[in-house]
């Protein structure tokens, strides 16, 4: 029995006999290859593709514009969760000022579109100590930091406003498409989405806009929807934030307001109702479109 089992010879040895040397090779090699192809890597190596971090968007994805809306891929908040908190810090610094206006908001900016653009600059920041601590007493944390999006280097910079129509393109960056300032006009025709004229479409984030054709300069103005509040909600979730002025030394004010309460304003034009035709509806901001 153990003279006939050394007599067997395995496939290679037989192929060793019966084929040149260069064919064996080859046949060698192919094997190879075969059991890579099939997982046939080591477990080590397997082990480790797997754990690995998902490269980085590339620049060029970055500085796509899919949706066509002007604001390259790179500026806007993709995933529910950047979203949802950036909403919540955007509402929440917001209704603050009415509370207690930050010495951070520039005084010479403070009028209906500067609540937006503080509000909305703000909730992008890293929300450090550092960043409470300039920001005034009565601030806490709301949620976690958008992580999309850094403001000081992502890709716009603290210049995340559009000036002009038409889709992204890279020489946008030149400095003079986006911008750290934008009035009323500005944020509605490059900046936001049409939603609906009906209030029940609304998101918290959402922006309020009224359009007063009469008024030559300033003829837009916009409020900013918080639904259910974070301070005195009172069980209702129909709340807007505003600052009255439509330019800084108008010397207006902010207020917090149901639209409940605005249903029934004296002036009808400052109705947030579907009747009236000074009331536009409710826009999205494209980041979060």
Request: net charge positive; with cysteine.
């Amino acid at each position: 029995m153990f003279a006939k089992r050394r007599g067997r010879k395995s496939l290679r040895q037989r192929l060793a006999v019966q084929l040149p040397s260069p064919i064996l090779c080859f046949l060698s090699l192919a094997c190879a290859l075969t059991a890579a192809a099939c997982g046939g890597a080591p477990q080590a190596h397997t082990r480790s593709s797997r754990t690995e971090s998902p490269a980085p968007p590339s620049t060029v994805t970055r500085l796509n514009d899919s949706d066509l809306d002007g604001i390259p891929d790179g500026a806007e908040l993709h995933s529910f969760a950047d979203r949802e908190n950036f909403r919540r810090w955007f509402i929440g610094i917001a209704e603050m000022q009415f509370y207690q206006l930050s010495d951070e908001w520039n005084a010479e900016q403070r009028d209906c579109a500067g609540l937006i653009r503080f509000s909305w600059r703000e909730a992008l920041k890293a929300h450090d100590r550092l960043w409470f601590q300039r920001m005034g007493p009565g601030y806490e944390g709301l949620a976690p930091d958008v992580r999309a999006y850094d403001l000081e280097q992502g890709l716009l910079g603290e210049r995340l406003f559009r000036t002009a129509y038409g889709s992204f393109k890279e020489s946008d960056l030149d400095g003079k498409t986006f911008s750290q300032f934008a009035d009323a006009r500005t944020l509605k025709n490059f900046n936001i989405v049409f939603v609906s004229r009906d209030r029940r479409q609304a998101q918290p984030g959402d922006l309020l806009f009224f359009h007063q054709p009469w008024v030559q300069k300033f003829p837009y103005h916009v409020m900013l929807f918080l639904g259910k509040p974070k301070i005195a909600a009172e069980g209702a979730a129909d709340w807007v934030v505003y600052h009255t002025g439509a330019r800084p030394d108008d010397g207006g004010t902010v207020k917090k307001v149901r639209l409940a309460v605005l249903d029934e304003h004296p002036d009808r034009r400052w109705r947030p109702t579907q009747n009236n035709q000074n009331f536009l509806g409710f826009y999205r901001l494209k980041i979060l479109d």
